[in-house]
């Protein structure tokens, strides 16, 4: 019997096995970086631990620290959650080694299935079909191709390749990416297949022999590789669902699999599928399998028992579907800027309706596995990921219109998320008809735009002033009662000005009557001229509060919420949602950059630097590459001209805003 597991693991997947431990009784142990030293999951651990150190390879991957927290806190069962360790065969026997029971699949299986290039001769034996690959570039001759990791998962260390010109640096590239997430740089080729689909079959094997398939899901919603929306049990027609059972199950027997599995495939239009990989380990998007299997299923429930040497039960092996799941994966990132991590605090994480946390629904409703809460830090050293929103529901289109309805409405405040992309997908005609595959986000660049129109933006700033007028009142020391801006003769308006969400600069002007009706009220934008914007709508204040204002415009009334934290006002509205900054009315004198200065947009570290000071470059050049949250980001050059300054050397840890290099655009004339 397992009496206190640690997980040698951090936020969301931390908190999901806790919870479950909590269920069975099982007390529970947290190891934790001092970057995350305040997060949730070390907050509602039994006991925590630290592990010196921020980055992974000082911490989460450092297989002595984590065996040692576990003889500190007197733990007698390890589980590795997902990444990091999860992974690593080493690892697993390392744990059993030291007389812990390990709660996945024996270390030789991890092996065999973590590198990629065994797995798929061994799996070919078993009949499971298989892509074409390759392991000498020189070799390759059928484009396109793409490169992938042997070892790890999770979209990292992969890259497409149309040319055979591209293949040598994808091939570097995804190698560096690789060995800095898995420490293991092993990289090969295998052909790639357009308008592919991804999907993938749970899988669950007892140590008495048996293996269950408990049904497909489907990941084929993708960015970099990385799952982003999945379901279950996907559009898919019968006979190839039971195939893929067929062939997932053939993959478990085939290496006397034990635990929860996933055994991945891509599906081609034609209809055939071919192996992709094993995952010896809990998926990201478990809960859509755990929502849509009838009575409810606790994967992380069963594989505590499993490894305590527990027999599956019969029944498991027809699990049947019960309505639809899908989940999304809310990530800290700018997707419109190529998917550019985002960091900070987040000021506000509020998501309404939720009817249930890390557990079962016995109904249609949202489910929520997160791995922050407000006040959270979101840090540059891990992966992006926040939350997980599920939502379940008796149809596809019911569980796509309450999920993108719920995100719609979240309060997400303090870091820039890709929430906008998920709610516009699921809303998306071809996702609705199922018209789904891994280049969807390739050919539909509509979803990148943010879900508040740009002629709503000066509706959505001026809720935003007329707030801090009402915040301004309500904390003003004396006369607090008399109406924002008020004079005995009307005389000029009041004047707030925000950088909006496009970074450009918008004014409000507007002017309150005595009884605070709004008298009248205009935009203009500096970068327009000093030209108000036309047809500005008829607009009634009906209620105007510090945290929320509503309006009445041109009939319709419109409530929107509004939060303040020092200079940053963040509203939600009906029609989506803003971070606006509020520019000071007498700023102070900063620092000039000089002309041609690359800033830094993110915090993270310069791994490699491509060019030299004196050099001419191109527009879209690479200058240097920018290392943050395990993912490689290339800097380019915005202009033709030639390279001056290169402050930053190789290694060198970087904040956002810190220059990276100056290119003098004059030079080149």
Not at 151 to 156: I, L, V
Not at 250 to 274: K, W
Request: a negative charge; one cysteine or more; glycine letters at 10%.
């Amino acid at each position: 019997m397992i009496n206190r597991l640690l997980v040698a693991n951090r936020g969301e997947i931390a908190r999901r096995v806790f919870a479950t431990c909590r269920a069975m009784g099982v007390q529970t142990v947290a190891v934790h970086s001092d970057a995350d030293a305040d997060a949730p999951f070390v907050a509602e651990a039994d006991q925590a631990v630290r592990l010196p150190g921020a980055t992974p390879a000082e911490t989460y991957l450092r297989v002595d620290l984590i065996l040692d927290a576990a003889r500190k806190a007197g733990a007698d069962a390890v589980h590795p959650g997902y990444g990091f360790l999860a992974e690593n065969a080493e690892f697993a026997a390392a744990v059993t080694d030291a007389g812990l029971t390990w709660v996945g699949p024996p270390a030789k299986v991890i092996a065999a299935m973590g590198d990629k290039l065994a797995a798929k001769a061994l799996l070919a034996e078993a009949g499971v079909p298989m892509l074409p690959s390759w392991t000498d570039a020189d070799e390759v001759d059928d484009f396109p191709v793409l490169v992938k990791a042997s070892a790890g998962g999770g979209g990292r260390g992969m890259r497409i390749v149309r040319d055979i010109d591209e293949l040598a640096e994808a091939a570097a590239s995804a190698s560096r990416e690789a060995a800095s997430a898995f420490g293991d740089g092993t990289v090969f080729i295998e052909r790639y297949v357009e308008r592919g689909r991804h999907v993938e079959v749970q899988i669950l094997g007892d140590s008495h022999g048996r293996v269950a398939a408990l049904g497909v899901r489907e990941c084929s919603i993708q960015r970099r590789h990385q799952k982003i929306v999945e379901e279950a049990p996907g559009v898919l027609p019968e006979e190839v669902r039971a195939a893929l059972h067929e062939a997932a199950v053939s993959a478990g027997r085939a290496v006397d699999y034990v635990g929860a599995g996933t055994v991945e495939f891509l599906l081609a239009p034609t209809g055939e599928f071919f192996f992709l990989e094993m995952n010896t380990r809990l998926q990201v998007e478990h809960p859509v399998t755990e929502l849509t299997v009838p009575g409810g299923l606790d994967l992380v429930r069963w594989q505590l028992l499993v490894a305590e040497g527990a027999a599956l039960p019969e029944d498991l092996h027809e699990p049947g579907v019960r309505g639809c799941a899908i989940e999304v994966r809310l990530c800290a990132e700018d997707p419109a800027q190529g998917w550019r991590p985002a960091t900070g605090v987040l000021h506000r994480f509020a998501i309404a309706g939720v009817d249930r946390e890390f557990g079962g629904l016995q109904q249609a409703g949202l489910r929520l596995d997160s791995g922050v809460a407000t006040g959270s830090a979101v840090s540059v050293h891990y992966d992006s990921m926040l939350a997980k929103l599920i939502a379940v529901a008796p149809t596809r289109s019911e569980a796509a219109r309450a999920l993108a309805g719920a995100l719609a409405r979240a309060e997400l405040h303090g870091v820039a998320t890709n929430r906008d992309l998920l709610v516009r997908v699921l809303r998306s005609p071809e996702f609705a008809a199922g018209d789904i595959d891994t280049g969807f986000l390739d050919r539909h660049p509509e979803v990148f735009s943010p879900l508040l129109p740009a002629d709503q933006v000066p509706l959505t700033a001026l809720a935003a002033a007329l707030a801090g007028a009402a915040h301004r009142r309500a904390t003003a020391p004396v006369l607090g009662g008399l109406p924002s801006g008020w004079r005995n003769v009307p005389a000029v308006p009041q004047v707030s000005r925000f950088v909006g969400p496009d970074g450009d600069e918008i004014e409000i002007r507007y002017r309150l009557d005595r009884t605070g009706r709004l008298a009248d009220w205009s935009s203009a934008s500096p970068a327009e001229g000093s030209a108000e914007r036309p047809s500005a709508p008829t607009v009634a204040v009906v209620e105007a509060t510090p945290d929320g204002v509503v309006l009445d415009v041109d009939g319709v009334r419109r409530a929107y919420r509004v939060h303040r934290v020092g200079s940053a006002v963040f509203v939600d509205g009906p029609d989506g949602a803003a971070s606006l900054a509020e520019l000071p009315r007498l700023p102070l004198p900063t620092a000039a950059v000089a002309a041609g200065s690359l800033l830094a947009p993110l915090p993270g570290a310069v791994t490699r630097v491509h060019v030299q000071v004196g050099q001419r470059v191109t527009a879209g050049d690479p200058l240097l590459t920018l290392e943050a949250m395990k993912l490689e980001h290339p800097v380019l050059a915005p202009v033709d001209g030639v390279v001056t300054e290169l402050p930053v050397p190789p290694g060198g840890q970087v904040q956002t805003g810190a220059v990276l290099a100056v290119i003098d655009d004059e030079k080149d004339s």
